[in-house]
C-alpha cells in the first residue's frame, strides 16, 4: 500500500490527499488522508480489517472484520526539490518514515494496528464451551467423560469420609 507524496511534500503545510483503498489483505477496504506536515505526512486510514485468530478458548482458528482505525505520523527524511537531508521535530524514533523516493508505505502501521485490533480475547462464537481442563477434549464437539466436580467440593466429600472414620 504505497503512496507518492512528492507533490504533497511541494505544497504548503495542511495540503491534504484523500484515497480510497479497495482489498488487500488483511484490509477489506478504507480511506486514507494525508495530511502534510512540516516536514512529515499524517496518515489517517479507517477502513476495516479481516483479522485471522484462533479461539482463546478452544484455539479453533477463524476470522472476522474489525474496524481498522488509526492516525500515524511518517517523517520526512529528505527534501523533495534538492535531495538534503532533512532534520524533522516531528514524531520520535518509532515513528514511521516516507521514502528516499518520497513515498508511504503504509503497509507495516497496518499490520500493526490489525495485529492489535485482535489482541483481546476471542471467541470463535460466545457460547464457546472450549477445551476439557482435564482431557483437552474440544467441549464443541460433544461432552467427555472427566468428572469436572469443582476441587474443593471434592476436597469437602474426602474431608466429610475421613471424619467419619475417625469418628
Ligand atoms: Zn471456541
Ligand atoms: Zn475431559
Same mark, same amino acid.
Given at each position: 500500500m504505497?503512496f +507518492?507524496v +512528492? %507533490?504533497?511534500?511541494? &505544497? #504548503?503545510v495542511?495540503s491534504?490527499?484523500?484515497?480510497?483503498?479497495g482489498?488487500q489483505?488483511?484490509l477489506l477496504? %478504507?480511506t486514507v488522508e494525508l495530511?502534510r506536515l512540516?516536514h512529515a505526512?499524517?496518515v489517517?486510514?479507517s477502513g476495516e480489517a479481516?483479522?485471522?485468530?484462533?479461539?482463546?478458548?478452544?484455539?479453533?482458528?477463524?476470522s472476522?472484520?474489525?474496524p481498522l482505525?488509526f492516525? !500515524? $505520523?511518517?517523517?520526512q527524511q529528505?527534501?523533495?526539490?534538492?535531495?538534503?537531508?532533512v532534520? *524533522?521535530? &516531528? %514524531? =520520535?524514533?518509532e *515513528?514511521?518514515? $516516507?521514502? /528516499?523516493d518520497?513515498? $508511504?508505505d $503504509?503497509? !507495516?502501521?497496518?499490520?500493526?494496528?490489525t &495485529?492489535?485490533a485482535?489482541a483481546?480475547? #476471542? /471467541? @470463535?462464537? #460466545?457460547?464457546?464451551?472450549g477445551l476439557?481442563a !482435564? @482431557?483437552?477434549?474440544?467441549?464443541t464437539l %460433544?461432552?467427555?467423560a472427566?468428572?469436572r466436580?469443582?476441587l =474443593? *467440593?471434592?476436597w469437602?466429600a474426602?474431608?466429610e /469420609?475421613?471424619l467419619? *472414620?475417625?469418628?
Amino acid at each position: 500500500m504505497f503512496f +507518492s507524496v +512528492s %507533490g504533497l511534500l511541494q &505544497e #504548503p503545510v495542511g495540503s491534504k490527499r484523500k484515497h480510497e483503498l479497495g482489498p488487500q489483505a488483511p484490509l477489506l477496504h %478504507g480511506t486514507v488522508e494525508l495530511v502534510r506536515l512540516t516536514h512529515a505526512v499524517l496518515v489517517c486510514l479507517s477502513g476495516e480489517a479481516a483479522v485471522d485468530t484462533a479461539c482463546s478458548r478452544c484455539l479453533a482458528p477463524f476470522s472476522y472484520v474489525a474496524p481498522l482505525q488509526f492516525e !500515524e $505520523i511518517f517523517i520526512q527524511q529528505v527534501e523533495v526539490a534538492t535531495g538534503a537531508k532533512v532534520e *524533522s521535530e &516531528e %514524531g =520520535d524514533e518509532e *515513528s514511521f518514515t $516516507i521514502g /528516499l523516493d518520497h513515498t $508511504i508505505d $503504509i503497509t !507495516e502501521a497496518v499490520r500493526q494496528y490489525t &495485529e492489535m485490533a485482535a489482541a483481546m480475547q #476471542p /471467541l @470463535c462464537q #460466545p457460547e464457546c464451551p472450549g477445551l476439557c481442563a !482435564e @482431557c483437552g477434549q474440544d467441549l464443541t464437539l %460433544g461432552a467427555c467423560a472427566c468428572d469436572r466436580t469443582p476441587l =474443593d *467440593s471434592r476436597w469437602a466429600a474426602l474431608a466429610e /469420609l475421613r471424619l467419619r *472414620s475417625n469418628g
